[in-house]
């Protein structure tokens, strides 16, 4: 699944997070990470630094499908190879 193309499904999570005290950032750019062997702050492209214990960066991939769908498989350019419950592709 493509979360960011659940916008409901984006908004639970961003939901239970926040109600976990999580602070959500979306839309924003990461320049630098600092710390002493684990990250201790972020700081952003607007100069602001963020402390925190985690860092979780969500960014976006577009898959090169092109050989699995010349060798016949089902997949999709947006999201990647088909697979079932039990990743099992369609061949």
């Known amino acids: 699944m493509n979360l960011a193309r ?3 499904l984006c908004k639970q999570v961003e939901d239970k997070l926040t109600e976990r005290g999580i602070k959500v950032l979306t839309g924003r750019e990461a ?3 600092g710390g002493n062997g684990e990250v201790e702050h972020v700081k952003m492209e607007n100069g602001q630094k963020i402390d ?3 860092v979780i960066l969500s960014i976006g ?3 090169n499908v092109q ?3 010349d060798a016949g498989l089902k997949a ?3 999201v990647g190879i088909w697979v079932d419950d039990f990743m099992r592709t369609s061949d």
């Open 6 to 8: 659940d916008e409901e």
């Open 31 to 33: 320049k630098s990470f």
């Open 52 to 54: 925190g214990d985690a």
């Open 61 to 63: 991939v577009k898959p």
């Open 67 to 69: 050989l699995t769908l």
């Open 76 to 78: 999709d350019s947006q």
